[in-house]
């Protein structure tokens, strides 16, 4: 009998593999590294960088035009760490982060522009902490 795979993720992903920096929020921990896949409420990522479940975290990252549909888009997402998967080989860690919210980030000419998550939106978000 053939098994069925019921995807649970709300947001589409897209498959890109995207420079990120990565903080730990409340400490002088940074990282970089690169995406697997990235979504508008979550993203999976692999870095050097030690992070735990429950983690609140933050991470930059450039999207691409194939996903915003327009120009290439500087992002500041803030979000938690929902899973830590140590790597055997390669990055030491891959990181799965639930985004809470981002923020365009501004050019030269522009203001930030920040954006709660669609779960946020929703009110299925936990409380948002004060940066």
Known sequence: ???FHHERRAAQRFPFQIPVSI???DSATEAVGVTQDVSAKGAFLYTDM????GDAV????TLPPEIT?????PVRC????SRVVPQEIGPKFGLGVTVERYEFLATKSEKP???DSPADQAGDSPSRAAD
């Open 1 to 3: 009998m053939a098994q």
């Open 23 to 25: 903080r730990l929020k």
């Open 50 to 53: 030690a992070a735990a479940e």
């Open 58 to 61: 933050e991470f930059t990252l």
């Open 69 to 73: 549909f327009a120009e290439s888009a």
């Open 78 to 81: 803030h979000g938690r760490i």
């Open 113 to 115: 522009n920040r954006v």
